[in-house]
């Protein structure tokens, strides 16, 4: 991500609306200084374009960048989430860096994709209480799931959450679960 994209400096004029510190560009990317390699494409082109710069991100790209608020949102007490992906134009590849969520209030937050995958490294048991020994990354939301059946029509990561998990150091954390069930299997998933 780049405040001002290489070349723009000779479109500061472009509608008037150009400032020192942000640029309006042209929707299109033929003769557009900024994209001067064979492939590039404007963010507009890269969407919605045709032809040599493909739509849709050459069509991998299937949904709408944009997010809005239902209209209950303020009283809803439910975040909206966006997704935050890296999106090369030229080649349609996409990477997935994290999420913004906007709570109720107007409060922003960025959670960066987890750096590292959690292990459970260990389980005790004892009466109606297992410990569960973990570690998790520096970024990332890590929820510990559980359940005490297993059936092949359940994907792990829909298992029940049972908490989300210490985070934001690479120490090993412990969580006491308890449940009276004989058996009880455990995952961590990372968001």
Known sequence: MQTIP????????????????????????????????????????????????????????????????????????TVVRSDFYQLTPSSGNGTFLGYFEMATDGTMTYVAYPSAVPVIKSISHAGSTSTISYTTGLYGTYTLRGTNTLSSGIA???????????????????????DASPNKFYIITAQ
């Open 6 to 77: 290489p070349g723009a400096n000779g479109n500061l004029a472009f509608n008037g609306a150009s400032t020192s510190t942000a640029v309006i560009e042209q929707d299109g990317s033929i003769d557009n200084p900024n994209y001067p390699l064979p492939g590039e494409a404007s963010y507009h082109d890269a969407l919605f374009g045709s032809g040599a710069y493909g739509a849709t991100f050459y069509g991998t790209f299937q949904g709408n960048p944009e997010n809005t608020t239902p209209g209950n949102f303020a009283t809803s007490g």
């Open 156 to 178: 792990a990561t829909n298992w029940p959450a049972i908490t989300t998990l210490t985070s934001g150091d690479t120490s090993i954390h412990t969580y006491p679960d308890t």
